[in-house]
């Protein structure tokens, strides 16, 4: 089995715009983070692999696992570990073609009914959420709420990383309920101090894991 890590940050530079996307890579993974997910909607493909690249030499360096969102296109130029596909993005099972079956593939879901179709199509972990309210993602949607993350995790046999108002105060209810571990973004990128906001939440989803 691939090795999934527990404390995902998803770097941003249009919810908060201090820190570029390599700062950001860097801070989180002095705080902690063992995944680093590059997500950028807009910008040219040229300029987009160019700042994967960079990203995934500091991941390398680190022993972090490098992931990039949606686009299969910049995972493969960059050499990235992985890619994190939505309902509506490329396809799951061509994506597992065309980057075979050692690097990692993610995939969102807000339901049980999703889960289970990320599950037939063969992601190595599934993202749920929102769990709670966020303004992180406009299209995230309404929260889905702690209950239906643990009636899927009981159900389906694969990693789940919490994401959508995760913080701090929350984490250990995601781990008791069976969260393998958490995905933030302005948790962290929308922080004064993102490697300060990156430990807090290392340590923890580290005391809830001890106690959960």
């Not at 130029?77 to 992985?82: I, Q």
């Not at 309902?87 to 339901?111: C, E, N, T, V």
């Not at 008791?176 to 993102?194: E, M, Q």
Request: hydrophobic residues 40%; neutral net charge; proline residues 3%.
């Amino acid at each position: 089995m691939k090795h999934i890590g527990r404390l995902h940050v998803l770097t941003d530079v249009v919810l908060q715009d201090r820190f570029s996307h390599l700062e950001l890579t860097a801070m989180a993974i002095s705080g902690g983070a063992d995944t680093i997910q590059f997500r950028q909607k807009n910008g040219s493909t040229r300029e987009l692999i160019e700042i994967a690249k960079e990203m995934r030499i500091l991941c390398s360096r680190a022993g972090v696992i490098f992931i990039v969102n949606d686009r299969i296109d910049i995972a493969i130029a960059s050499g990235a570990d992985g890619v994190h596909l939505g309902q509506d993005d490329f396809p799951i099972s061509l994506a597992r073609d065309l980057l075979g079956h050692d690097r990692i593939i993610g995939g969102s879901a807000s339901s049980i009914e999703e889960a289970r179709k990320c599950l037939s199509e063969g992601v190595d972990y599934i993202g749920f959420g929102p769990i709670y309210r966020t303004k992180s993602k406009h299209d995230a949607g309404p929260p889905c709420g702690i209950h239906a993350m643990k009636q899927a995790i009981n159900e389906i046999p694969l990693p789940f990383i919490a994401i959508g108002g995760v913080d701090s105060n929350n984490i250990h209810e995601l781990i008791r309920a069976g969260a393998h571990g958490i995905a933030v973004i302005s948790a962290v990128c929308c922080k004064r101090d993102p490697e300060k906001a990156t430990r807090a939440l290392k340590e923890a989803l580290n005391y809830g894991s001890n106690i959960g």
